[in-house]
């Protein structure tokens, strides 16, 4: 019974640090610390220098786990990026991921000759490990605190962390078989890449196509369409390695792909792919916080810091000052997102790979690693939110949200049904206005079921429920929230939001908080798109006004339809002011009559 013992107590020890992590998110949250830190903290208290004292050290499981969690991670990434942001972003979040992998990398290296002592190819290798930002520490930081930050800066971070980790985690096998066997020739590294990138985007494709289908054609029984994707992805990756591919890259293709598609029970797969990747990363952590050896940091920790300082305050910023210079973004937000490079499990995980196949030194690489994770977290991670605010690239996000039910409907994929309690201050009541793809379609009132027609007029306490496609339901939310209107739009909404052109300016400004004066409020969008144009109307006219813009979508016998609404500032990049010279110039060429 001994061993049976030990296995129970290992499961129940397992389920504590979980259970752990879990409730430690309350008091992570209260207090700002971030919480992928107090992940690490756990496992490190709970592990062979903790008061616990469990002696973990078996890298294979702890590789093996990293893997399956970071699989998830990057698929519900994938599966959460629509094609049109992906398309909007991938010129610099593609530059991002692989030149500013490398340049960060080569950056870094000097610090680690210098500090640590050690050859280039094994500085390189350091750079390698803690080149890339981490899936995780991004997607959860940057939705933390209620902030919003600017469209396409959350975008292009988001693609970057989601599609980065394949090319660190090639520079550093490479690296590592340049240490262990010697230089290679050029053209079999590109040869390696080439193929690592063809296969594990090939497999993701076609094995996302293969769960599409299934989920479409297939009977499955209520409740296992979410769990029959999440595994699906983990058999994405592991096929993808197998094959000598990137699994990283093809589980990222998967979701995307997934996502994107028209699928049977996409609200469950949504929602249960939370809560597996919420518990995929508090195992991770969890795991390699217990990898760790509190008591031999102290003898790297000054010449790991150095690293940490120079990836931080330089091998960053000049990869991502250099990869966007061809790009609109200005000087606010690329220096924003120099800072918001947060490393985070996927470093250590990356750290833990010469361990893995007896790199010497191999537990240098690994307490670098940690504790360059540890200050990322520290100093950027709880420094993000006022960095946004300082530099002006967040929005206010209006809390709290209304309740949402979403429900499928069998036989078909293009609709689903959305359910709203109605408020007495939500912008929908007051004014009726709703995006043109919804469709109201019955109302519960005092537990009698009604159609839109019969419940005429609404009245708060209500309960509607509306058709509406399922990737666009949570754009619906803002109508329906019991809050004035914002002092700013609300990013998430723009770019989903299609009205026709009968609403008018003043319904706008209740719902986006807009500045009109007063004898505009009565004016129809149509009239006030054909008032500033100086022809008819036509699909593709941009009409600014204050922080956003309207996009005439469609145009019917000369009036406009239908219109769209984008962020002014994402239509136009910014300009950079004129210099003096200009001016003067300009000035000049008003002044002097016309040649002929």
């Not at 709290?400 to 009541?429: H, K």
């Not at 709703?434 to 009245?459: F, G, K, M």
């Amino acid at each position: 019974m001994g061993a049976l013992d030990a296995v129970s107590l290992g499961i129940l020890l397992a389920a504590l640090l979980i259970l752990a992590g879990i409730l430690s998110s309350l008091v992570a949250l209260r207090f700002g610390a971030p919480l992928l830190l107090v992940f690490l903290l756990v496992g490190m208290l709970a592990g062979e220098a903790g008061p616990l004292g469990i002696r973990f050290d078996d890298v294979r499981l702890a590789y093996t786990i990293g893997s399956v969690a970071l699989a998830l991670i990057l698929f519900d990434g994938g599966l959460r990026t629509r094609y049109q942001t992906f398309r909007n972003v991938i010129g610099p979040a593609g530059l991002l991921s692989t030149v500013g992998v490398l340049v960060t990398a080569a950056l870094t290296a000097p610090a680690a000759v210098y500090a640590l002592g050690l050859g280039w190819a094994e500085a390189l290798l350091v750079g390698a490990v803690v080149a890339s930002t981490d899936a995780a520490a991004v997607f959860f930081l940057l939705h933390a605190k209620g902030l919003r930050l600017r469209p396409r800066v959350s975008a292009t971070l988001e693609v970057e962390s989601g599609i980065n980790d394949p090319f660190a985690i090639f520079i550093t096998i490479v690296l590592i078989e340049i240490i262990l066997h010697g230089s290679k020739p050029w053209h079999e590294i590109a040869a390696f890449l080439v193929a690592e990138t063809l296969v594990g985007a090939l497999i993701g494709y076609v094995g996302a196509r293969g769960v599409v289908l299934v989920l479409n054609r297939l009977n499955l029984p209520q409740g296992l369409h979410a769990p029959f994707v999440a595994t699906a992805a983990v058999v994405i990756f592991a096929l993808a390695q197998v094959g000598h591919g990137s699994g990283f890259l093809a589980v990222y293709v998967a979701g995307l792909v997934v996502g994107n598609s028209a699928i049977r029970a996409h609200n469950a797969v949504v929602t249960f792919l939370d809560a597996a990747t919420w518990l995929a990363q508090i195992g991770m952590f969890v795991v390699l916080g217990l990898l760790s050896w509190p008591d031999r940091l102290p003898l790297t920790i000054l010449p790991a810091l150095a690293v940490a300082a120079t990836l931080m305050f330089v091998a960053r910023p000049a990869a991502v000052f250099l990869c966007l210079a061809p790009y609109p973004f200005n000087w606010r937000e690329k220096t924003f997102m120099s800072w918001v490079g947060l490393r985070g499990a996927v470093g250590i995980f990356i750290a833990a790979i010469p361990m893995l196949v007896g790199v010497p030194n191999a537990h240098l690489y690994f307490d670098v690693g940690f504790v360059v994770v540890l200050v990322s977290l520290l100093v950027q991670g709880w420094t993000i939110a006022p960095a946004a605010r300082g530099l002006r690239v967040s929005f206010p996000r209006s809390d709290p949200l209304p309740r949402r039910v979403e429900l499928d409907l069998p036989g078909q994929l293009e609709q689903e049904i959305v359910g709203y309690p109605l408020s007495a201050n939500s912008p929908y009541l007051r004014r009726g206005v709703l995006p043109t793809w919804s469709r109201p379609t019955l109302v519960v009132r005092d537990q009698r079921i009604l159609s839109p027609v019969e419940a005429d007029p609404l009245r708060p306490g209500d309960y509607i429920y509306l058709l509406a496609p399922p990737e666009r339901a949570q754009a619906l939310d803002r109508f329906f929230v019991d809050l004035p209107p914002p002092a700013r739009p609300d990013p998430r909404l723009l770019g989903d939001f299609f009205v026709t052109g009968d609403h008018t300016l003043g319904e706008l400004a209740e719902i986006y908080g807009l500045s009109i004066a007063p004898d505009e409020t009565a004016m129809t969008l149509a009239d006030f798109t054909a008032s500033r144009t100086i022809r008819t109307p036509k699909a593709g006219d941009i009409v600014p006004i204050g922080p956003i813009a309207l996009v005439v979508q469609k145009v019917t016998d000369g009036r406009v339809a239908t219109i769209g609404l984008r962020l002014a500032e994402e239509l136009e990049p910014e300009t950079p002011p004129a210099t003096l010279l200009a001016r003067i110039k300009r000035a000049v060429r008003r002044a002097l009559p016309p040649t002929t």
